[in-house]
């Protein structure tokens, strides 16, 4: 005979798989719903190397406030990472229905550093008078879901140098 211990305890695991993956199924969504917009610019240019300014705008157009770690930006040229911004342990709040604009995120390269780890991005600077370049934004939703999103960025208003 069955005792009424096996049945709570078989209730309460079926209960646990179900609202354990309905949440999981909700949070899928949100990382599907979740956008990001990354914005590069020069911001300034000095002898020693150019300052990037990175503008990340997070959009939430779902029924629900989310919380979001700030953002890990990344930036690639020919496979190879150039620059990176600082890993920050912060929870931003997007409120539902809304967009966030972040503090912008500022990363010096150094034209030694470029020249040396990558010529053909100087070159390239050289003869178009543009970068093209990858950016990574990385970072995780309430803690568990991780979100990443690429774009292909251009630099530089298209005249020699």
């Given at each position: 005979?069955?005792?009424?211990?096996?049945?709570?305890?078989?209730?309460?695991?079926?209960?646990?798989?179900?609202?354990?993956?309905?949440?999981?199924?909700?949070?899928?969504?949100?990382?599907?719903?979740?956008?990001?917009?990354?914005?590069?610019?020069?911001?300034?240019?000095?002898?020693?190397?150019?300052?990037?300014?990175?503008?990340?705008?997070?959009?939430?157009?779902?029924?629900?406030?989310?919380?979001?770690?700030?953002?890990?930006?990344?930036?690639?040229?020919?496979?190879?990472?150039?620059?990176?911004?600082?890993?920050?342990?912060?929870?931003?709040?997007?409120?539902?229905?809304?967009?966030?604009?972040?503090?912008?995120?500022?990363?010096?390269?150094?034209?030694?550093?470029?020249?040396?780890t990558v010529p053909a991005l100087v070159k390239e600077y050289r003869e178009t008078g543009k970068l093209n370049m990858i950016v990574h934004t990385v970072t995780t939703i309430n803690d568990s879901l991780p979100y990443t999103k690429t774009?292909?960025?251009?630099?530089?208003?298209?005249?020699?140098?």
């Open positions: 005979m069955i005792k009424s211990s096996h049945i709570l305890i078989g209730a309460g695991t079926v209960a646990a798989i179900y609202f354990g993956g309905s949440y999981l199924l909700k949070l899928n969504r949100l990382s599907n719903e979740l956008e990001s917009d990354t914005k590069v610019s020069i911001h300034n240019i000095s002898l020693s190397g150019i300052e990037l300014s990175i503008n990340v705008k997070l959009k939430n157009p779902s029924g629900g406030s989310i919380q979001v770690k700030h953002p890990f930006v990344k930036m690639i040229y020919a496979d190879k990472t150039i620059a990176s911004s600082q890993v920050k342990d912060v929870n931003l709040t997007v409120p539902k229905f809304s967009e966030v604009n972040l503090d912008p995120i500022k990363i010096k390269l150094g034209f030694l550093s470029l020249a040396t774009d292909n960025i251009t630099l530089g208003g298209g005249k020699a140098a």
